[in-house]
T-cell receptor
Framework: LAKTTQPISMDSYEGQEVNITCSHN???????ITWYQQFPSQGPRFIIQ???TKVTNEVASLFIPADRKSSTLSLPRVSLSDTAVYYC???????????FGTGTRLTVIP | GAVVSQHPSRVICKSGTSVKIECRSL??????MFWYRQFPKQSLMLMAT?????????EQGVEKDKFLINHASLTLSTLTVTSAHPEDSSFYIC???????????FGPGTRLTVT
């Protein structure tokens, strides 16, 4: 399982776009990149998943460069309710383990 | 969308007793489920993989005799914390995979407090 590195914490003002970058230098050919959001005392919630280039859904965008050694989660116009920990995971379909790194604690400031 | 539930959401027990936590996939079948433990301000730590019809696979350092896992059906996995001690107090979360890649659906978690 490819190890991931993320900033421990980030602060942002309401209404700003937030970009959280994750490094995964040892990503394997069959690995997907997935981001989760976790609020205090709740289970993580799936945000977005991608393999290459760009993926966008109703809540976020995921940018993956050609070498796939990093990825950037982009949250447009964050609000106070986006304050949470964001985890980047890299792995394959069907693998029997799932390891969370430290995550990035995002604090949105009014 | 897919939902995973856990019961109970919160439990307090006395030291030395056992506690069972249920994890259910509500609208899909899950032959595999995962159990995690999370201490305050820390990341999730994978404890074990629950496999329907076979024994669970435990991560290194997790005592299989203390944390009993039973995957009773395609929609239910249970984690029993036996002879609980205060150091077992934690937030226990289960998940089940669906779809391609790492798309996991997580339960809401169970807060265990051992007094």
């Amino acid at each position: 399982l490819a190890k991931t590195t993320q900033p421990i914490s980030m602060d942002s003002y309401e209404g700003q776009e937030v970009n959280i970058t994750c490094s995964h230098n040892n990503i394997a050919t069959n690995d997907y990149i997935t981001w989760y959001q976790q609020f205090p005392s709740q289970g993580p919630r799936f945000i977005i998943q991608g393999y290459k280039t760009k993926v966008t859904n109703e809540v976020a965008s995921l940018f993956i460069p050609a070498d796939r050694k990093s990825s950037t989660l982009s949250l447009p116009r964050v609000s106070l309710s986006d304050t949470a920990v964001y985890y980047c995971l890299v792995g394959q379909t069907g693998a029997n383990n799932l390891f969370f790194g430290t995550g990035t604690r995002l604090t949105v400031i009014p | 969308g897919a939902v995973v539930s856990q019961h109970p959401s919160r439990v307090i027990c006395k030291s030395g007793t056992s506690v069972k936590i249920e994890c259910r996939s509500l609208d899909f079948q899950a032959t595999t489920m995962f159990w995690y433990r999370q201490f305050p301000k820390q990341s999730l730590m994978l404890m074990a993989t629950s496999n329907e019809g076979s024994k669970a696979t435990y991560e290194q350092g997790v005592e299989k005799d203390k944390f009993l896992i039973n995957h009773a059906s395609l929609t239910l996995s249970t984690l029993t914390v036996t002879s609980a001690h205060p150091e077992d107090s934690s937030f226990y979360i289960c998940s089940a995979p669906r779809g391609q890649g790492w798309e996991q659906y997580f339960g809401p978690g169970t807060r265990l407090t051992v007094t």
